[in-house]
């Protein structure tokens, strides 16, 4: 089983660049979410998704946008970026249905503003 | 909205000995679930634990358990028998069961295991 998929692993970028960080998940979950993990601040909630089409805020949501054309894939963009969101950016997928209440999280993507 | 404290940045223990890591949380809430989080070097997020709010009995896995104190707001997790394996980042976290089912983190705190 895949699970949740992040692609790129890696990615070195220009301020000013942008870039697309993909997020697919098998398994048929109604809600995704984009995380950042920055040192000593834990994971931080950037945009969700409830459902195919729809997108919400997080906490920290500026500077990214976000887009779920598809139900298994959740895109998170940087349109121009900046040294203040080199981070680890995870995502992560839930059922609605299932029990345990289980998050299941992509392996993450180091991304680095130079 | 909900928060979640963790007060300890880092702890160390003893192989084999027993430690004990402190999570507090905010919430109006009375349905919930609370989670341990062990996330290695690697950066992947391993679930240790979780909890059912409206459960009152203690959750155990293994050598995990925790100590849910729900009036406190307070989830501490015991780590018995510690292991070198054992030494990570631990996040607490708290997952309403209304609207979008958001995970909230603490900061984390670093586990140590001296051999």
């Known amino acids: 089983n895949a699970g949740v998929t992040q692609t790129p692993k890696f990615r070195v970028l220009k301020t000013g660049q942008s870039m697309t960080l993909l997020c697919a998940q098998d398994m048929n979950h109604e809600y995704m979410y984009w995380y950042r993990q920055d040192p000593g601040m834990g994971l931080r909630l950037i945009h969700y998704s409830v459902g195919e089409g729809t997108t919400a805020k997080g906490e920290v949501p500026d500077g990214y946008n976000v887009s779920r054309l598809k139900k298994q894939n959740f895109l998170l963009g940087l349109e121009s970026a900046a040294p203040s969101q080199t981070s680890v950016y995870f995502c992560?997928?839930?059922?609605?249905?299932?029990?345990?209440?289980?998050?299941?999280f992509g392996e993450g993507s180091w991304l680095t503003v130079v | 909205a909900q928060t979640v404290t963790q007060s300890q940045p880092e702890m160390s223990v003893q192989e084999a000995e027993t430690v004990t890591l402190s999570c507090t949380y905010d919430?109006?809430?009375?349905?919930?679930?609370l989670f341990w989080y062990k996330q290695p070097p690697s950066r992947q997020m391993i679930l240790v634990i979780r909890q059912e709010a409206y459960k009152q009995q203690n959750a155990t896995e293994n050598r995990f358990s925790v100590n849910f104190q729900k009036a406190a707001k307070s989830f501490s997790l015991k780590i018995s028998d510690s292991q070198l394996g054992d030494a990570a980042m631990y996040f607490c976290a708290y997952r309403s069961v209304q609207g979008a089912q958001k995970l909230v983190f603490g900061q984390g705190t670093r586990l140590t295991i001296n051999p």
């Open positions: 919430t109006s809430e009375s349905d919930y679930y």
């Open positions: 992560a997928s839930s059922s609605t249905v299932e029990t345990g209440n289980t998050i299941y």
